[in-house]
C-alpha cells in the first residue's frame, strides 16, 4: 500500500500575496427614496388572518423612525393595534375609513 498515490493533494498553494488578501464583500444597499406625504400614493385593502380582519395601508416610503411615528400616532387615534412592517402598515380590524381620513388630513394620497 506504500507504493500507491492518492489521487488528489491536501493543501493549498499560498506562495502569492493574492492567496492571503481577503475578497472584499460587495454590499448591497438599497436605495429607497424618501417622499414627502403629499407624493405618496398609498393602496388599502384588508386580510383576513385567523378569522379576524387586518387593515393594510402599502406603500409608504419614510424612513422607519418617521414610519413608527405615524403608526403610534394612528394607533392612538384608532384605538386599535398595529404595526409597522417594511412598507406597510398594519392595523387590527376593519377600519379602512378612519384611516383613509386620518391619511388625508396629514397629506396623504390615495389610488382609486
Do not use: N, Y
Not at 400614493?41 to 419614510?62: A, C, T, Y
Request: aromatic share 8%; proline share 4%; net charge positive.
Amino acid at each position: 500500500m506504500a507504493d500507491k498515490k492518492a489521487p488528489f493533494t491536501i493543501g493549498s498553494s499560498l506562495d502569492c500575496i493574492q492567496a492571503w488578501e481577503m475578497e472584499e464583500e460587495k454590499s448591497s444597499v438599497l436605495t429607497c427614496e424618501f417622499k414627502e406625504p403629499c407624493k405618496h400614493l398609498l393602496v388599502m385593502h384588508m386580510e383576513k388572518r385567523q378569522g379576524k380582519p387586518v387593515s393594510i395601508v402599502e406603500p409608504f416610503f419614510l424612513g422607519k423612525e418617521a414610519l413608527s411615528t405615524l403608526c403610534s400616532q394612528l394607533k392612538k387615534k384608532l384605538g386599535s393595534g398595529g404595526t409597522c412592517k417594511d412598507d406597510r402598515l398594519e392595523f387590527q380590524g376593519e377600519c379602512r375609513e378612519k384611516l383613509k381620513v386620518l391619511l388625508q388630513a396629514q397629506g396623504f394620497r390615495f389610488k382609486g
